[in-house]
C-alpha cells in the first residue's frame, strides 16, 4: 500500500486511510481477485470504469488523478486506466485513496467500524454486500495496520 500512497502527499497518507483501503480489498476481492468473478469491476479495490471516471474528472481528485496517471506510464483517459488497474495494484491503490479524498465527510477515526462502512457505502456504493464481513474485515485491517 506504500508505494501507491507515496504517489500522494502526505495528508492522504494517514492511518485511517490505510485501514479503510485495506478493508475495501478484502471486502471487494479478498486481496485475490484482480476482476470481478462475474462482473465489470477491476483491481484489488475493485473498480468500474464509472469510478475510474468519477475519480479522473472530480474537481478534488482530477489533478492528483493525472499525476498518478503519470507517474504509472499511463494516459489518464477512463478507458486506459480502467483496463490497467488488474496490471497495476499501485495504481489501483492509488485510485481508491483518491476516491475516498472526493468525499466531503473527514475520514473516521480508527476503530469506527461504523463511519468506515458509512463510507464505504458512499463512496463504492457496492451492489452487493455483506455488513457483517466488513466488521470481520475491517477489525483485520485495524490489526495489520496498527490503528485504535
Known sequence: ???ALDLLPAKMRST???????TIGLQESGLAHRRQIGGP???????????????LTHQVSRGYAAEVCAARHVVA????????????????VALGRL?????PRP?????????????YTRTW????????????????????????
Do not use: C
Open 41 to 55: 469491476a477491476r483491481g484489488l479495490l475493485q473498480f468500474e470504469e464509472v469510478g475510474v471516471r468519477g475519480v
Open 16 to 22: 485511517e486511510a490505510r485501514i479503510v483501503l485495506l
Open 1 to 3: 500500500m506504500a508505494p
Open 99 to 103: 476516491l475516498l479524498w472526493t468525499d
Open 77 to 92: 483517459v477512463p478507458i486506459q486506466v480502467y483496463d490497467m488497474l488488474d496490471k497495476d495494484d499501485i495504481l489501483a
Open 125 to 148: 456504493r457496492p451492489g452487493r454486500s455483506n455488513r457483517g464481513d466488513w466488521d470481520a474485515h475491517y477489525e483485520m485491517a485495524r490489526t495489520t495496520v496498527g490503528g485504535g
Open 107 to 119: 475520514l473516521p477515526a480508527a476503530g469506527d467500524v461504523e463511519g468506515a462502512w458509512d463510507l
